[in-house]
């Protein structure tokens, strides 16, 4: 998370755009798929970051500007 | 649209993405690179190298020719619409009255009532070299990249709107409700302030703005103001060109020609 943070700085303010730490990358590998093998979005309690934040009650902001899953993709409207 | 279509449209879209992913880690191309049969993107010489900051020897800006400019044609708009997600780019924003919704580009016509004489022009954050955006933000949000980017900092945007005030151009715009389908490249929410940010995610890769690759007669020139070598640099030099309210003395990174 610090890291994300950091990058998130860097990336804005002085347009460093690495991929290692930057939020669009975690999708492309952590996407969870519903049952039509779209991606969930972070409404779905088994989007991943959802996972530890629901855990730890600790509520995700990113999400009110960021997309929660990768370009291209619509989000399921499977049942999870 | 049909939905036939826009679906179309978004099959294209991916398969731009997954090439310019196959050209890869920003190699430095200058001109117009060829990727296949009629396959062009227009890229701008000086492409910067992802873990490099951005340099304030560059400042990005836009001579627009507003002779070129047609009187019904939005295609302009409707490529900013499509790049950075809002207006008919989204289906967001359904509660917002036409005047609450973001506007990043919009078509300004001007008419000289004594002649009749009218014409329209492209209108949108004109990236000062003195902001006043900048001047009155309480937080630092609103800010300028060293390449003379003008953008808002969503992360510590607290939505006061102070700078749509303090704009000359009413360039800003501030969302009103909730948003779910924004672009990966250009974050945007609920209760923070935007405007246009000069396609800063396609500039960081070498690519022109949306808008001036959009226009038909290549009315908006986009370019390195600092490079005497550049297109725009040459034409600013060699032609007349003006800034909207130059009374002001903020240095302009957007001038306009015909007007």
């Known amino acids: ?80 | 649209m049909s939905k036939s279509m826009q679906d179309d449209a978004h099959a294209e879209d991916q398969v731009d993405n997954y090439r310019r992913k196959l050209l890869g880690g920003g190699a430095a191309l200058a001109g117009a690179a060829t990727l296949g049969p009629g396959v062009f993107f227009t890229r701008i010489a000086s492409a910067k190298p992802d873990d490099q900051a951005a340099s304030s020897e560059v400042r990005w800006g836009f001579l627009i020719d507003t002779n070129k400019c047609a009187d019904n044609c939005t295609d302009c708009v409707t490529a900013c619409e499509k790049e950075n997600g809002w207006g008919s780019g989204s289906a967001d924003e359904q509660h917002s009255r036409a005047d609450q919704k973001a506007q990043w580009i919009r078509k300004v016509t001007v008419r000289d009532n004594r002649t009749q004489h009218s014409m329209t022009l492209p209108m949108m954050c004109q990236h000062c070299a003195e902001p006043p955006c900048v001047d009155v933000c309480p937080t630092g949000a609103s800010m300028k990249r060293p390449d003379g980017i003008v953008l808002v900092d969503k992360h510590i945007c607290i939505g006061c709107r102070y700078c749509m005030m303090a704009c000359p151009y009413k360039a800003r715009s501030f969302v009103h409700e909730d948003l779910e389908h924004q672009k990966s490249y250009a974050p945007r929410g609920k209760g923070t302030v935007e405007s246009c940010n000069l396609c800063v995610h396609r500039v960081d890769r070498g690519e022109i703005p949306a808008c001036a690759e959009a226009c038909p007669e290549k009315a908006i020139l986009f370019g390195n103001l600092n490079d005497a070598n550049s297109e725009i640099a040459k034409r600013l030099a060699s032609e007349a060109s003006t800034e909207i309210r130059g009374d002001l003395r903020l240095n302009l990174g957007v001038r306009y020609q015909g007007i």
Do not use: W
């Open chain 1, 1 to 80: 998370m610090n890291l994300l943070m950091h990058q998130r700085d860097d990336t804005v303010h002085k347009g460093i755009r690495t991929k290692k730490h930057s939020l669009k990358n975690c999708f492309t590998c952590h996407v969870v798929k519903g049952a039509d093998g779209q991606p969930v979005s972070a409404k779905s309690p088994k989007h991943f970051c959802r996972e530890c934040h629901d855990y730890a009650a600790v509520q995700i902001d990113c999400f009110q500007c960021h997309s929660s899953v990768p370009d291209g993709h619509k989000t399921t409207g499977a049942k999870l």
